[in-house]
């Protein structure tokens, strides 16, 4: 047993539904086993006598929270982040197709996969929901580099078979995938090599309606529904109504399916479930091309138990839209904060937090400091399906935590210094935090990551 002693916040459930899901404990103790698994999280005027007399670290000035889940990020656009463009299709085109073909490269691909999870542990983030590239051999290195970190990581070699330059769309040809058959058995074997490989989750992982055929999709959807159905659950994520445009170019290429909406398309191909995650959801059936029986969207993926991923500074960066979140909370809809990056212009959830705050007072509401936090790993762990695994500091659970420095900056430590109560100490955190809040990042219960 080892305790850790700090400033602890975790959450049992969404704040907004209940203040009481926010546990904040101003002078507590995380205790954990020599496994790495979470014993209790305590006060420390009740932690037994002889627990304090076991290791005890001392981060009592300091944050312990649950490792950030990034619900939505993609390692092989590692080196696209912050490259300029217009809307999402002319970013595409200019920038990360052309850097996700780099990871064709073997050697070149383990390198950055390493370096894409060392950020990842900088910035406190301990999952995420993973796209890596077209390259079967790319998601088999990040594969084996979240193995050696130990690392609960989501992942997914991208499925992409339409879009291509002969048929007038903007994806270099040899990037796309040969044929729904090749695609069908890279995706198999690396099931086979990596989900449920120690802490390894396997994804399944089309790109988005408009680099799929449906034969694409429909193969995709099979196999989420098979491996599930033989008891060997796998995930699945894609890109959800990002753009306007993007809606409309689905609607039109699925046209046979008759499709309420752009998520019935997905759904008619058997994705949308428990463990399916969708990225940005800004132009859903009740904003956009709302028609006859349009506005059920949300409504589906509450039923479904699917999942959202709200990306803030990558819809702001391409303007794509503002993410109604204050919708998806009435909704009932499972809601983690994603960095998106290299649409997203940072790995630290402490800045995508900052701009969810943005993208929330920009539709006249509110998103208060725990709720933040919330979203950043609890909220992230539901929208995933693993919050009986990580994202909160329940008993049996996987001990991945992060300690946060609320002095780590000039600017932070006078502002918390100041700052009313531990709440407001909290939002300025989240407001003024980013890499260099982060003290020190811990992997069932190993220190993995440490600023020096
Ligand atoms: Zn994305």
Redesign the pocket.
């Known amino acids: 047993m080892k305790a850790y002693r700090g400033i602890v916040l975790h959450f049992t459930g969404d704040p907004a539904a209940d203040p009481a899901n926010a546990r904040l404990l101003d002078d507590g103790a995380l205790v954990v086993t020599d496994e790495g698994l979470v014993d209790r999280v305590t006060p420390w005027a009740e932690l037994p006598g002889r627990l304090r007399d076991e290791a005890v670290q001392d981060y009592r000035d300091d944050l312990i929270l649950p490792g950030f889940v990034d619900a939505?990020?993609?390692s092989g656009?590692i080196d696209a982040i912050a490259s300029p463009g217009g809307d999402l299709r002319d970013w595409l085109e200019r920038h990360v197709y052309p850097a996700e073909r780099r990871f064709a490269d073997e050697e070149y691909a383990r390198q950055a996969a390493g370096d894409f999870l060392d950020r990842l542990l900088a910035a406190g983030t301990t999952t995420a929901c993973v796209?890596t590239t077209t390259f079967a051999s790319s998601t088999g290195a990040f594969f084996a580099a979240a193995h050696e970190r130990d690392l609960r990581m989501v992942a997914g070699k991208v499925l992409m078979d339409a879009g291509g330059h002969a048929e007038g769309g903007p994806v270099p040809d040899d990037y796309l995938d040969p044929s729904v058959q090749q695609a069908e058995q890279d995706c198999r074997e690396l099931i086979d090599a990596w989900h449920g490989k120690g802490r390894c989750l396997y994804a399944i992982t089309p790109r988005f309606g408009p680099t799929s055929t449906l034969e694409l999709l429909r193969m995709a959807g099979r196999l989420f529904q098979e491996y599930a159905d033989r008891g060997q659950p796998v995930w699945a994520q894609s890109?959800l109504a990002?753009t306007k445009d993007e809606v409309d170019t689905v609607l039109e290429r699925f046209a046979a399916l008759t499709p309420r909406s752009y998520l019935d398309v997905y759904d008619k191909c058997g994705l949308v479930g428990p463990r399916s995650v969708w990225?940005?959801c800004l132009w859903p059936d009740d904003v956009y091309r709302t028609s006859a029986g349009g506005g059920q969207d949300w409504q589906v993926l509450k039923a479904r138990q699917a999942g959202v991923a709200f990306?803030p500074t990558?819809n702001l960066f391409l303007g794509s839209g503002l993410f109604p979140l204050e919708r998806t909370r009435r909704a009932g809809v499972r809601v983690g904060l994603?960095t998106?990056v290299g649409?997203?212009t940072s790995f630290s959830m402490l800045e995508t937090m900052n701009e969810a705050y943005k993208v929330m007072a920009l539709q006249g509401d509110h998103l208060p400091a725990l709720r933040g936090f919330y979203l950043a790993t609890r909220g992230g762990a539901e929208a995933l399906c693993l919050e009986d695994r990580i994202g909160g500091f329940q008993p049996g659970g996987e001990a991945d935590f992060v300690v946060l420095d609320f002095a780590a900056t000039p600017v932070l430590e006078r502002r918390t210094g100041t700052a009313g109560d531990l709440v407001e100490r909290l939002f300025a955190l989240a407001m003024l935090g980013d890499e260099r809040a982060v003290k020190a990042t811990y992997v069932m219960g190993r220190r993995t990551w440490e600023n020096t």
């Open positions: 939505h990020v993609h656009q796209h890109h990002e990225a940005h990306c990558s994603g998106d649409a997203g």
